[in-house]
């Protein structure tokens, strides 16, 4: 399966500002997308992100506070933007081929804000 | 209802017990199954494909019904190492690819 580099790890951040994910895999994949687990919690999709496109957003997640990017079939990026305590998170990228085929998840970022 | 629902748990149980857990879907439309396994902290990571005959990789089965939309996971002589949260996972939707997880099952084996 693909190697899946999710940065940063983990950062600890102050309300009101913003940080990007990056999640790089070593090679070409149809799909890619960003979750979010809660503490807790079960992943909830946060968006499909598209090459060369608009992300998809699921219900209850916007662009503008999740704007995602995917130059190409091997990076995308994810930002939690304006953050408060309730982004505190894990954040994770996955990755598929086409079809039926199984997801396989980057080890995520914990994200805390202060 | 929701559309993929686990039993939370926590099942406890000792170390060589067989456990079961099952998962069960909304969609009759749903076309591929999975288990995960996520360990705390730690990203979901794939346990087995559930195949339409059923399947079995070492101690662990897994059984699909389309009739009653269940999946299910056998664990057999448990070690400590399966102590984790088992998600189920399943693609919802005709051609599009739309995974939806479910809570997660605990299991705590213990000696």
């Known amino acids: 399966s693909a190697v899946i580099s999710q940065k940063p790890s983990r950062d600890i951040c102050q309300r009101g500002t913003s940080l990007t994910i990056q999640c790089q895999v070593d090679s070409q994949v149809t799909m890619m997308f960003w979750y979010r687990q809660q503490p807790g919690q079960s992943l909830t999709l946060i968006a499909t992100?598209?090459?060369?496109?608009?992300?998809?957003?699921e219900s209850g997640f916007v662009i503008d506070k999740f704007p995602i990017s995917r130059p190409n079939l091997t990076f995308s990026t994810l930002t939690v933007s304006n953050m408060s305590p309730e982004d505190s998170s894990i954040y994770l990228c996955s990755v598929t081929g086409t079809g039926n085929q199984p997801q396989h998840f980057g080890d995520g970022t914990r994200l805390s804000i202060l | 209802r929701k559309e993929v629902e686990q039993d939370p748990g926590p099942f406890n149980v000792p170390e060589g017990a067989t456990v079961a857990f099952n998962c069960t879907y909304s969609n009759s439309a749903s076309q591929s199954f999975f288990w995960y396994r996520q360990d705390c902290r730690k990203e979901p990571k794939l346990l087995m494909s559930v195949y339409s005959s059923g399947n079995e990789d070492g101690r662990f089965t897994a059984q699909l019904n389309r009739a009653s939309q269940y999946i299910s996971l056998l664990i057999r002589d448990s070690k400590l190492s399966d102590s984790a949260t088992y998600l189920c996972?399943?693609?919802?939707?005709?051609?599009?690819?739309?995974?939806?997880f479910g809570r997660g099952t605990s299991l705590i084996v213990h000696p």
């Open positions: 992100a598209n090459q060369g496109s608009e992300a998809t957003y």
């Open positions: 996972v399943v693609n919802i939707g005709g051609g599009s690819y739309i995974p939806t």
